[in-house]
């Protein structure tokens, strides 16, 4: 029984964590950001546009073709498969010391839904940590299943994305595409509260998503001016709608990826000895990849007829993931080469603390743009964002070295451990720990 094992309940120690596991986190954190950095600063409906802003610069021009092409869509599946290599990690460890496995994960799950639940109401409403924290508990099922048995799930699950890709280009056809609906609306703004206006709008028709221009004006207007109590409100419902589009529309392929990253640890594929694979997957994942990639961001103008959802739906949704093994595999070559050591060291720490870095890049991002902090909330251009990504990513990365210096664990990874071991873990580094080089 589980509660007969807890002595032997512990996380994993610092020389036992794979170097390269925590680097591919690192870089994963930064492409991330550079996504996430453009739905802090702008209205959420920013995603249903298949083209650069009007009036964009020719360096904005480039950067937003930059970041949609060969970011997003492309660091959450890596972030994703990481994941699911951790659970997979963390199955296998338990199975070696004899100890029970449901309990400890279920804590850990249920810790992490809290956080993102946290998160998202109180931060930024873009949080996958609810989605992961949802999607683990199907995972922690699937993680003890034979190889065979893991694959034959991501192939089931390459039907379901498939099946729902079809319905979304059923539903384009017959005119449903949001890309298409951003219409002026009756919609006409008052004095009232911004929420207030959301809801009415809502409620009346007069506003359907965050695709149409009323929601984006009392979006900018929540999140520049606040108060927090309205921001908090439209934060909540755009959360939720999020919430539904990521489950529903995406789900099937995070826990596919969970299940890419299962399937790399029960194959030894992080071992520095597989460089022959890492290679293999570097290469063949960059050479369908960016081809897809590509293509996703030339057919993205044309989502509102059916053969451009359909063209965008396939590079995108596939054509990501696949991309995203050829991020993995490139960066395992890094970071088992020891070229670029120090560069690699800071990944290896952002990534270390990755709970921590990604909650403080989105308390960070926030503050630049949020009524609270500098309100530049519509006020900036691509290339500015992505400036700023990295700014917000290097205060980031060197909080997270100094904090190693002496930590073991990031503070937030030290409270989600606690509450998944029921043990405070030791924290404060000793020399011979202090010693250790990349991941530890």
């Known amino acids: 029984m589980e509660s007969a094992s807890l002595n032997r309940l512990v996380p994993v120690a610092v020389g036992k964590r794979i170097a390269s596991i925590d680097v591919a986190r690192g870089v994963a ?9 453009h739905y802090m600063a702008e209205p959420a409906g920013i995603y249903f546009e298949g083209v650069p802003p009007a009036n964009s610069s020719a360096v904005s021009r480039l950067a937003w073709y930059f970041y949609h092409t060969f970011c997003e869509g492309k660091f959450y599946p890596l972030f994703s498969m990481l994941f699911g ?14 100890s029970g496995w449901w309990l400890a994960p279920i804590r850990r799950l249920l810790t992490l839904l809290f956080i993102g639940i946290a998160h998202a109401l109180l931060v930024w409403y873009g949080d996958i940590l609810v989605t992961y924290a949802i999607l683990g508990f199907l995972m ?9 048995g893991l694959a034959a799930a991501g192939g089931v699950l390459v039907m379901l994305a498939l099946a729902m890709l079809a319905l979304g280009v059923i539903a384009t056809a017959m005119g449903g595409h949001f890309s298409g609906r951003k219409p002026e609306t009756d919609f006409v703004l008052d004095s009232r509260p911004p929420f207030e206006q959301l809801i009415t709008g809502l409620r009346d028709q007069s506003i359907t998503g965050p695709w149409d221009s009323g929601w984006r004006v009392l979006e900018t207007q929540a999140m520049r001016d606040g108060p927090y109590s309205q921001a908090f409100g439209v934060r909540a419902v755009t959360w939720l709608m999020t919430m539904f589009f990521t489950l529903f529309g995406g789900g099937a392929i995070i826990l596919l990826m969970f299940i890419v990253g299962a399937i790399l640890v029960r194959t030894e594929f992080f071992s ?3 460089r022959v694979w890492h290679r293999r997957v570097a290469m063949g994942g960059l050479a369908i990849g ?5 293509g996703a961001a030339l057919a993205a103008p044309y989502q509102t007829v059916p053969w451009g959802a359909a063209a ?17 595999g490139s960066i395992v070559l890094w970071a088992n080469s020891g070229k670029g050591a120090g560069l690699a060291r800071v990944f290896s720490n952002a990534g270390r603390m990755g709970l921590t870095s990604y909650l403080l890049c989105s308390i960070l991002g926030t503050a630049l743009f949020y009524h609270w902090g500098l309100q530049w909330f519509g006020q900036t251009t691509v290339a500015q964002r992505l400036l700023l990504a990295i700014g917000v990513y290097a205060t ?45």
Not at 29 to 37: D, E, H, T
Not at 85 to 98: H, P, T
């Open 312 to 328: 965008y739906g396939l590079a995108q949704s596939f054509g990501g993931p696949i991309l995203s093994l050829g991020y993995l």
């Open 140 to 148: 922690i099922v699937l993680v003890r299943l034979p190889l065979k």
């Open 396 to 440: 980031v990365a060197a909080f997270a070295s100094l904090w190693l210096r002496s930590f073991l664990f990031g503070p937030m990874e030290c409270f989600w451990r606690s509450m998944t071991y029921l043990r405070f873990p030791p924290m404060v580094r000793r020399e011979s720990e202090a010693a250790t080089t990349l991941a530890s």
């Open 85 to 98: 290599a951790g659970l997979a990690i963390q199955f296998e460890r338990a199975k070696v010391r004899g």
């Open 290 to 294: 960016v081809p897809s990639a590509i």
């Open 29 to 37: 954190l930064l492409g991330i950001l550079f996504v996430n950095i």
């Open 272 to 274: 520095p000895q597989n």
